[in-house]
């Protein structure tokens, strides 16, 4: 796994407009991360750009606990709306990891 990021580099990567740095930043992330900001970016990529619910997560195994917590929260939302963006499909370990805490 790559070394994270700073958290004022992340975040600055994160409010950028360029798909590939936010994309980056999303799997270099520091613990101490704002996990509202992560939360936006991530609901405009699955919304936004079309990306599937499966395919981030399956690339989210990176994410701080902070943030996958609410995540988790807003995909069960998205869940009532759409068979699609179920939580259940993320991979076990990132729940594992969750339950942990």
Known sequence: MAKPLKKAEAEARLRGTAFPAKMEALRRLPEDVD??????????LL????????H???NCQALP???LR????????????????AAGDLPARVRERVARG
């Open 70 to 85: 609410p995540l988790l929260a807003s995909l069960e939302g998205l869940a009532r709306g759409s068979r699609r963006a």
């Open 47 to 54: 919304t936004d750009r079309g990306t599937s619910t499966w």
């Open 56 to 58: 981030f997560a399956r």
């Open 35 to 44: 996990a509202a900001l992560v939360l936006e970016v991530v609901q405009g």
């Open 65 to 67: 606990v902070s943030v």
